[in-house]
């Protein structure tokens, strides 16, 4: 369907464009206004120039060593996550009943970790997982494994990840589900006839046909994990020491924590930025997937 | 649709890794203090309702919820409200800035809600709105009318144009259609795009945190606080946690077929 070219449609974006406006770029601008500055309290703002980002991206500094620090953790965490629950979400998505009620059944409870809010997500896998009251840490350490979420960093560690995938990889099959779900039955026929081996068909009938989604899942997750702040917060509190601290989890503790304004809008600032230019480029992946995908479904 | 060996086995393991944690909560919800610190037990060997007696006869516990319900539904409609007329137009018409407009928006999605506690802080306290539902209701706008425009732009798109160009030639005031004709044919879009609203302002705290103190205070918040205070009330937390998983569960069937494009933002 071609759209027309009509500018009068401005004003039936204009509302939405003046709510976002409002919530984005306005206190967009009060951060770039901080981190130009110092302050030392009582509302007495000093000209600092670029030196916060200076200090930002140093890491011999105190605050640059932090951010770096806090950037790395985030994006090991965002890697392993992602290389867990691609993979896995596909497997779930393909193990998914083929008719019945049991596939209501099945969707439904996957998507419950979806809804849940963030904070009793954290709640409840603080409560499974500790040693003296929760099953998870009661059954490991019944079984000889040293598990304490709170006083170990591997522990804390695994704890995040496995919550993270717990909460997530449904969305990830879910997804992919819906892909799989638009492949025609007579794919499947062709395939059978040609003989192709049940790895043939995933490799060169379902994952194709997953590719744009599995895209959109990718780009979730990653942007969702590289912002986590609520459920590593409820559950170890970015301990033990720093070592679950995340980008996020740093910035609330120097902004609203320290009220260090200079510092805080200088690091979001500089997160924001990281978070643009990934966006823009998946952006720019999915539109040149969508322009590629047109030409075929115009001859078939 | 073809699957995998083991199908079945997979399936059943993964949901079972599902279920359990939500089941060790709903445990713990019914099992009074003593139990659950003095013994491990897999259900409720004395069950007790003291949890839930206390959050619904004590003010500053449900309080928490009814504040909560505030601003969702605040926001839930604010965001479909000005996110119909977007999305017929991007729908329907090609503009100056569209695409622009479209990836603006994504950005914004995408945006960390940490970047925006501060001056989000700040902004609403200059203007008075500070503790009130509506600080957060609008704050949450930033991901939550960017996610109304997209559901709400499929489900119009699906609407044929000469429905548009039929009614026009009637005489239909533009208003008038999109109030007479156009909502009701995607009264389910409206309800989908309504549901997700809420289900992401249900679940978020950082912002909701931020932007009360006192009288505005969501559940999420009352139940991070309390924990510390009360010396660990296991069995209350779990409660309240049980409590705040009620509203998605409950609806959850309705809209099961619509929750991969709920959280694509409507891209699939």
Sequence with gaps: MDKTVNQKAWFLVLPVFLVVAFSAVLPLMTVVNYSMQDTFGNNQ????????????????????????????????????????????????????????????????????????????????????????????????NHIGLDYNYVSNDIDAWVTVIVMDVWHWTSLVALLCYAGLKSIPEAYYQAAQIDGASRWAV??????????????????????????????????????????????????????????????????????????????????????????????????? | MHSIPGRRLIMGLFLIFLLLPIYWLVNMSFKTNAEIVSSMTLWPHTPTLQHYKRIFTDESWYSGYINSLEYVVLNTI?????????????????????????????????????????????????????DTPWAVALAHCIFNVPL??????????????????????????????????????????????????????????????????????????????????AGMDWGLLAAAGVLTIIPGALVIWFVRNYIASGFALGRV
């Design chain 2, 148 to 229: 109304a425009v997209w559901i709400l732009e499929g489900f119009v798109s699906g609407v044929p144009r000469e429905i548009d160009e039929t009614a026009f030639l009637d005489g239909y005031s533009f208003p008038r259609f999109f109030i007479k004709i156009l909502v009701p044919l995607i009264a389910s879009g409206i309800g989908v795009a309504a549901f997700f609203c809420f289900m992401f302002s249900w679940v978020e705290l950082l912002l909701a945190r931020t932007l009360t103190s006192v009288s505005a205070k969501p559940i999420a918040a009352i139940m991070t606080r309390t924990v510390s205070a």
């Design chain 1, 45 to 140: 703002f000093f000209w600092n120039g670029v030196g916060w980002f200076k200090e930002l991206l140093d890491p011999s500094t105190d605050l640059g060593g932090r951010f770096l620090a806090s950037l790395g953790r985030n994006l090991f965490f965002s890697m392993v996550i992602l290389a867990i629950e691609v993979p896995l979400g596909i497997v779930v998505a393909l193990s998914m009943p083929r008719q019945g009620w049991t596939v209501a059944a099945c969707l439904v409870i996957l998507a419950l970790p979806l809804l849940i809010p963030w904070n009793v997500v954290g709640t409840i896998w603080q409560i499974f997982g500790r040693p003296d009251i929760g099953l998870l840490g009661y059954v490991l």
């Design chain 1, 202 to 300: 995933f490799k060169a009938i379902q994952l194709p046909k997953m590719n744009r989604v599995l895209l959109i899942a990718v780009l979730l997750r990653f942007m969702d994990s590289f912002m986590i702040y609520t459920e590593p917060f409820v559950v170890t509190g970015g301990g033990p020491g720093n070592s679950t601290t995340f980008v996020s989890i740093e910035l609330v503790k120097i902004a609203l924590g320290q009220f260090d304004l200079g510092k805080a809008a200088a690091l979001s600032l500089v997160y924001n930025l990281i978070i643009l230019i990934v966006c823009w480029i998946f952006y720019t992946v999915m539109t040149n997937a969508g322009a590629e995908r047109k030409p075929q479904e115009g001859a078939a």
């Design chain 2, 78 to 130: 604010i965001s479909i409200s000005v996110a119909l007329p977007a999305a017929y137009a991007f729908s329907r018409y090609r503009f100056l800035g569209d695409k622009h407009l479209f990836f603006w928006l994504l950005s914004n999605r995408m945006a960390p809600a940490a970047v925006y506690a501060l001056p989000f802080f700040n902004l609403y306290s200059a203007i008075g709105l500070f």
